[in-house]
């Protein structure tokens, strides 16, 4: 497969799971430890989805995404959430922003986030 997936995930073990999953079914993949990072990667490399955490150091994954979605250039990449908190406000502000899917962690299992990838990127 020739998609790229980036990762912004400030948990390293989170990361290092998640990318090694990915990379086993073919994708490339990029990691960023925080949202100002993994936008300058969004701007120098080809992602054709990003995979965010809501809470990363400096901006979180709200803003991430508000200026992913606001940025014509960059509005059209699919953003997926895989984060810990399940606050239903903070599930349906993610939805509002412009996000195509939000897993909360403990309830999927690395494998089943790869396989929802797969779907979008299909």
Avoid: H, W
């Amino acid at each position: 497969m020739d998609k790229k997936i980036l990762i912004i995930e400030d948990n390293r073990l989170s990361r290092e799971i998640l990318k090694a999953d990915l990379e086993r079914e073919g994708f490339q993949v990029s990691v960023a430890a925080e949202g100002e990072e993994g936008l300058e990667k969004i701007k120098n490399e080809k992602i054709d989805l990003v995979v965010l955490d809501l809470v990363l150091p400096r901006l979180d994954g709200f803003g991430v995404i508000s200026i992913i979605k606001g940025n014509p250039e960059t509005k059209y990449i699919p953003i997926v959430v895989f984060t810990g908190r399940d606050s239903e406000e903070e599930i349906e502000e993610v939805r509002r922003l412009g996000a195509e899917y939000c897993c909360v962690k403990y309830k999927l299992k690395p494998a089943e986030l790869v396989e929802i990838i797969k779907e979008i990127l299909d």
